[in-house]
Nanobody
Framework: QVQLVESGGGLVQPGGSLRLSCEVS????????VGWYRQTPGKERELVAD???????KVADSVKGRFAISRDNAKNTVFLQMNSLKTEDTAVYYC?????????WGQGTQVTVTS
């Protein structure tokens, strides 16, 4: 059973930074991509950023220039560095790992940006 364990969420002021971590229980290159999604009440879960097996990254326009995704292959861990946080970044952030026809999700970590 694939497990994704997230950490690093919390409360931060606007303009602040947080780094989320997602540790994957299996070899990270077994997946097409590993990434981060976020969701707020009443809205659909949206892609924030992901990193493909070949290292190519994708970042949502809403966070481009502020967020960056990276990975530590030896630790099967993916990171989301979030800088210049805004109140609209408040959400539950979910780690995702996927293979064809199958998605795996972490339990989610709350990020709250407030003054």
């Amino acid at each position: 059973q694939v497990q994704l364990v997230e950490s690093g969420g919390g409360l931060v002021q606007p303009g602040g930074s947080l780094r989320l971590s997602c540790e994957v229980s299996e070899y990270i290159f077994d997946f097409n991509s590993v990434g981060w999604y976020r969701q707020t009440p009443g809205k659909e879960r949206e892609l924030v950023a992901d990193i493909e097996r070949n290292g190519r990254t994708k970042v949502a326009d809403s966070v481009k220039g502020r967020f960056a995704i990276s990975r530590d292959n030896a630790k099967n861990t993916v990171f989301l560095q979030m800088n210049s946080l805004k109140t609209e970044d408040t959400a539950v952030y979910y780690c995702n790992a996927n293979i064809p026809f199958r998605n795996y999700w972490g339990q989610g970590t709350q990020v709250t940006v407030t003054s």
